[in-house]
């Protein structure tokens, strides 16, 4: 079963930033910056099994690996964006 980490754009209630598996709060940091780090340090943890759901300043969320540094699949609407226009 794969553990999805979820870090949100924005503080909950303007204070804290919640790190949650499937939901459930685990961790609330006092900066996003912390709470990605703490999601990173808890799905590498967690080995192959885990994945870091990130929420982008537009609203989107997105897939990374436990390393952080690329996406595990990038979103339909980034797809359809980089898309050629062809006539």
Not at 38 to 55: N, Q, T
Not at 77 to 82: I, P, T, Y
């Amino acid at each position: 079963m794969v553990r999805i980490y979820e870090v949100p754009f924005h503080p909950h209630a303007g204070r804290a930033w919640e790190v949650r598996v499937s939901g459930k709060v685990i961790e609330r940091c006092d900066s996003r910056y912390d709470a990605l780090r703490c999601a990173v340090s808890r799905a590498s943890s967690d080995g192959g099994d885990a994945r870091i759901d990130v929420e982008g300043a537009d609203g989107v969320w997105r897939p990374f690996g436990t390393d952080i540094k690329r996406p595990v699949a990038l979103p339909m609407a980034a797809l359809r964006a980089s898309a050629p226009i062809t006539h």
